[in-house]
């Protein structure tokens, strides 16, 4: 089971990537043409995230009333519900990176798999951004 479980996570990655680098998400230039509404706006990836909401919304749905996955895995999805101060702030800071860069983490695995200089910055970035939450947790829960 554990291997049919690898095996479909490696399928799941794959087809993501793939649908990324189709897609033009994985272009830094073509996000950062759809992130400038004041100058050239490419509406192109606003066809792509609707796509994708539009999948996505049915097979949440559904997920929701399962208590377990196809491969008999428990259900895990997101349970919060409530927009406090932790989240606005990483909101912000994944939007200001976002906008920055042209890149988000999923991207940045398709461009670092690509040999990308900007994918391996990116991921280093968020590597370093990710151990400085953690450090950031464990000080201020002492």
Do not use: H, Y
């Amino acid at each position: 089971m554990r291997l049919l479980r690898n095996l479909a996570a490696l399928a799941a990655g794959l087809l993501f990537g793939l649908g990324l680098i189709v897609s033009g998400m994985a272009d830094p230039a073509k996000v950062l043409g759809f992130l400038d509404l004041a100058g050239q706006w490419d509406p192109s990836l606003a066809l792509v995230m609707g796509g994708a909401i539009a999948i996505g919304l049915p097979a949440f749905t559904l997920a929701r009333k399962r208590q377990r996955t196809l491969l008999g895995e428990p259900m895990q999805l997101p349970t919060a519900r409530t927009i406090d101060r932790r989240l606005v702030l990483g909101s912000l800071l994944f939007g200001i990176g976002w906008g920055i860069a042209g890149i988000c983490p999923g991207p940045a695995l398709v461009l670092l798999g690509m040999a990308s200089g900007k994918g391996l910055a990116f991921v280093l970035a968020m590597v370093a951004g990710m151990l400085l939450f953690r450090w950031n947790e464990r000080f201020w829960a002492k």
